[in-house]
């Protein structure tokens, strides 16, 4: 079967259904939001419980990924993003489930050969790239300071 583009593509468009944008949009805004409000729930819930700020972030952030992955690993979350797309990229629980996802995926080749491995494959580069540039903005920071 010889096509050329134009001819392909023409196929493509009348096969494939028109993607409905604002209502996945609208999907993952509310979702993506509803994440940050439960974030701040949070937050707030715990300076109620007496922490200090710093302190009820740090709880915030933890409690965001241990429900990120409880959720990965029953499967909602995966069911929450095929409907909410982008929503659920929101960085921590997205990360969190990115990294338990890989994890699920390779324990059937065993714990460290498999689990220990290669849950850093999507986290790994991210890891890194985080620490290089704080560095290297740390650095630039130390030695412009006295010319800013």
Known sequence: MDMNNDAYNAYVRA??????????????????GGICLAGEALRKTYMAAGFVRSDAGCMTSITLIVL?????AL??????AAKAGAGTLVPITGFA???V????????EGYV???????????????????LASTVWGALYTFLRPYI
């Open 97 to 99: 489930n990115a990294v």
């Open 101 to 108: 996802s890989q994890a699920i995926e390779a324990r059937c």
């Open 68 to 72: 990120s992955a409880v959720t990965t």
């Open 15 to 32: 096969k494939s259904k028109p993607s409905p944008l604002l209502k996945d949009c609208l999907w993952a805004f509310f979702v993506g």
């Open 75 to 80: 499967g909602w979350y995966h069911k929450l």
């Open 113 to 131: 050969t498999g689990v220990g491995a290669k849950m850093f494959q999507i986290a790994g580069p991210v890891i890194v790239y985080g620490v």
